[in-house]
């Protein structure tokens, strides 16, 4: 017989099942460090240098977005990276509202004050888009 | 880990394990119904102003429409039972031009379904917030969409299984505050009655009984964001688990119920607890601190923990309200693409099983709203309310022109009739009352978008006519050459490993696929002895309804290559055919290809594309760049492959 019909599954390596809450432990535990190391920099430097200070933040985002794709997903597609980084937006949106909250004055130290709109916009992008520069895996 | 890994589109569970119940049906379609509780009662009310005690009219005029509205789709499930909503129905009803008007309507309803949805669930959690954080919540809008399309890009049921437990909560909360304002304030209950039919006389004899009423419908129309979601049960129908009907009719009678209680019992409960609008604040949220802001407990603020645990459920619920947005949005651009009123692109479903073109569509299209509005949920209402009652109207004016046309052939006609045709007057003025009387407070945003979108879905058509009017005439002019007198070999040939073989990847047997075989044979004059036909059944939105209709679309498939053998052998080629099926074309005839290089070392690839006498910026947005993209694969491959252009005659 010389045709062939064949179905497609996908051929590329499955990836490592991991459990719900490991995954979601895994992603908040990786936020936590990053929120702290953001946090030390924004009451150590950020009064005398908001561009330093945002300099490292960002640094600090990367260095534990490549710990979090290395360590904790390294099966993870583009997606996931999109939406391990909006949830650590989320939760830096939820900390801050928190800490004005009960100190009754504003807290912005995790994605910056809105009076610096342009150092604002690159913190957010950098929580954002951090988890996705260390994808390997294509979709 | 979160998308998980691609489907098997041939196994023949996929289509039941991604289908849904009713009771998930009613979570994840339902949902944007039930969720309108949470804006449309609240602008309704508003509209009454001092008129406060005309709420009670209002509360059996939004359960009546309620219930008129879903019959009437109910009725729509019944006679379209593959599902498509307003757009499927005004095509077949009233015609292909109607039907984009509806479609056009329905995709902006969409998009600002997704919208209102995200912009109101974060005003109920704002509510419960001090005004020092107002300054989050339009970023949060932002981030929260962008969750949803990831989400959305994995599919349908593993999303409605994560929110169920939301609805539930939602549903428990607000039917306890419902029960318990009429419970508290039954005794008083009279009175409420008298002081409402006191303020009612008073207000006849100051202004007047027909400004009175004009107030009342004004008020009654402002509302309308209270019926959006209705028609998602029926425009969701392919996406049930069968038998689809009657999933179908329960799912509408329960989201039917719901809304009715929760809209109407809110209504009634801003009354009983003489709520008024307070800034920062939603209708809700004041009417459940009126309730339970001062209840506690060893020292603890219960109510107020309540009234938090309601928003938060509200605001989940509406959240999941989005989600109806991606599931329909998508769906509703896939048919039109089928019918070519879209570019051809948005039917086709990624290796995830979902209309991944029409999600992000969907989003960039939600955010730009997003955008424009500021997160304001009265201009967001507006203009969500006329595009939804655009097609309701349209839906229920052909449901009445079938009804009317074939009253011969149904007893049931005269039934059914009044139906429609109350449906057809409600949803009518309501339409017309909110466009005149929000059209310069963002009412003409979406007369002018759904307009320009309307202008476009024409253009798109005209264009794809004329191509295929130009593909037609090749098809005339190839599929008509007589065939040699040949001694006829029946079946795929045998081939020979060893010697050079053209690889053509087709799809229909039409002239452009006779084309390639002509001008292989003109480039390459006597070097080709035999052929290899490749072809990728594709599964789009339109063909993945279940096992019957996957195992007809391989079926044609293979008839058109036999087609293709039969004709290369008659003109003395020895020639077989290989062909597989999948998701996405692309992808789908890369695989084949790579294991017919393996087969035939000697194997040069080719793939037709169209060529226009003059290329314009669009044409790669309406025309697959499916053979650029195989040809790239290939060629990264190490694997000969050929563009060959197929002119468009004019």
Redesign the interface.
Known sequence: MTTMIRSLTSDSGQPKKHHAVTRAALLVVFWIVAAVLVAIVHQTIDASSPVISVILKVGAIVVIAAAFGRLAASEGTLNYALFVGTTWVLLDIATEISMTVRSGHQWFALIGSPANGGLRCVLLIAWIIAPALFVRRRE | ???G??R???DPKIFHHVSLIAFLAWVGLGADGLSSSSYGPEEAYKALGPHSHLSIMLVAMTAVTIAVISIAYSNLIQHFPGGGGGYLVATKLLGSRVGVVSGCALLVDYVLTITVSIASGCDQLWSF??P??A??KL??EF??L??LV??N??GVKESVNVLAPIFVLFIVTHAFAIVYAIATHVTGLPKVFHDAHVDYSHSVSTIGFLPLMLILLRAYSLGGGTYTGIEAVSNGVSMLREPRVRTGKRTMALMAASLAFTAGGIMFAYLLTNSTPTEGKTMNAVLLTNLFGHWHAGGLSTGMAFVVVALVAEAALLFVAAQTGFLDGPRVLSNMALDSWMPHRFSQLS?RLVTKNGVYMMGIAAAAALLYTRGDILTLVVMYSINVFITFSLTELGMARHWIKDRAKEPRWKSQLAIHGTGLVMCLSILVITTLEKFSQGGWVTVVITGLLIALCFAIRRHYDEVRAGLKRLDDILTTIPLPETGTASG????DANVPTAVISISSFSGFGLHQILSIHKAFPNYFKQLVFVSAAVVDSGNFKGAEELGSL?KNT?ENLLKYVAWAQAHGFRA???????TEAV??VE?ICL?VAKEFPRAIFFMGRLIFKEEKWYHRLLHNETPHAIQRRLQFEGIQAMVLPIRVLE
């Open positions: 880990m979160i998308v890994p691609p098997d589109v041939s917030l001090p020092s954080v300054g989050y970023l949060t981030l929260i962008l969750l990831v989400l890009l994995r290796d795929p040939s045998e081939l391989q293979e077989d055919y290989r062909m597989a099926l999948g992808a789908t695989a294991d």
